[in-house]
């Protein structure tokens, strides 16, 4: 596997190392930085990259200390292809595409797989401008030739695969990000409410509103905190969880949003222990801003739907479904006003309805185990879940 980010920082590439090594596969992660991923499992073995924060060309996948670092580390781990017949190469995102393909040609009766996380063209256009988004371009276009599989994570990015290159295009295989059944059994509803109760906040006959998010730019938090002000409803509780850059404004706000709490970042255990304590789930993405927004497909939806909650939430194409059938609510636009609006359109009754209902019959959908098979298959692995 190659990735261009830190492990184990990296949820979806820990995830899959992690499940194909339990499977008996020996996984050699190449990655930035590395700490206790390879502690996790015997079969899982981390080559860290040396290269400098200030040279990695900021996620281009044609920076010259990416495509170096990346080559020279190959060869000097190549006597670890020799392991198997045909190892299997997997590329993680664009970044790492180029790597990967050099590596193919290197080892020409090797399998590669191309894990797209999001859609290359638009983000590298975003960043890069429209030079780097005509060679990325280019670049997918021939690599389809030597990619055995694609591997992405949502409908939407599997549908703006196939709707932009057509029959040039490998086959495509659906693997979401989602939380694991064992992680979500692990951690209890009543750790969650002893968690509460200890910060003093009563939930007893309220709605419980939770945003889990970084606390940074893009992610609504001016917008919710104004939204916040034009609401007077003593049945609605909220609980902002994260860490970030926009902490000092939230930390000023606090004293003049009632019924608003700021639980700052929390662990793991934590996080899904409080998740199971409330009703709703709030997510705010600016889906008009670029295409990866628009058809993302964010953790923390699936965090929501996994544990049972009701999404509130901009509307996300991959989300459809949810937002069509009502077990998921739409906030109409990013602004503080359709916020606040569509707080205030909550029923108490209503939602513990909803809430009920996803419990019984959504929440089973989002597990990562769903769509384990599809990544053992690719491996050449007989599995079921």
Known sequence: ????????????????????????????????????????????????????????????????????????????????????????????????????????IYRPSSKFIYDSHES?????G???????????????????????????????????????????????????????????????????????????ISIEDRLVLIYA???G????????????????????VFLLAGDGPLRELVDDELPNLKNFHYLGYVDAETYYAVMKACDLGLSLIDTESNLNKKIGYPNKMTEYLACGLVPLSTRLQNFAPEFNAGSAIAIEQLTSSAIAKSIDDLDYQSIKHIRANNRETINSRYLWENDLNTLFTEYYLDRQY
């Open 1 to 104: 596997m190659m990735v261009y980010s830190s492990m184990p920082t990296d949820t979806r590439v820990r995830k899959e190392a992690i499940a194909l090594a339990q499977q008996g596969i020996l996984v050699f992660v190449l990655c930035f930085s590395a700490s206790t991923l390879d502690r996790l499992h015997k079969n899982i073995h981390l080559i860290p990259l040396k290269i400098d924060s200030d040279t990695r060309g900021g996620g281009s996948p044609l920076s010259l200390s990416s495509l170096t670092s990346f080559w020279v580390h190959i060869l000097k781990h190549r006597s670890l292809l020799n392991l198997s017949k045909t190892p299997i190469i997997h590329a993680h995102d664009s970044t790492t595409l180029v790597p990967g393909l050099l590596l193919k």
């Open 120 to 124: 290359a063209i638009d983000s590298i």
């Open 126 to 200: 975003e960043n890069f401008g429209l030079l780097f988004t005509i060679i990325t371009y280019v670049i997918e276009l021939v690599s389809f030739r030597l990619i055995s599989t694609i591997i992405t994570v949502s409908p939407m990015q599997k549908y703006v695969l196939e709707t932009r290159y057509g029959s040039f295009v490998p086959k495509i295989r659906l693997v979401r990000n989602l939380p694991a059944r064992e992680e979500l059994e692990r951690y209890s509803l009543q750790h969650g409410k002893d968690y509460l109760r200890q910060q003093d």
């Open 213 to 215: 998010t970084y606390i």
């Open 217 to 236: 730019v893009n992610r609504g938090i001016p917008e919710l905190i104004n939204a916040w002000k034009m609401i007077d409803r003593d049945d609605v």
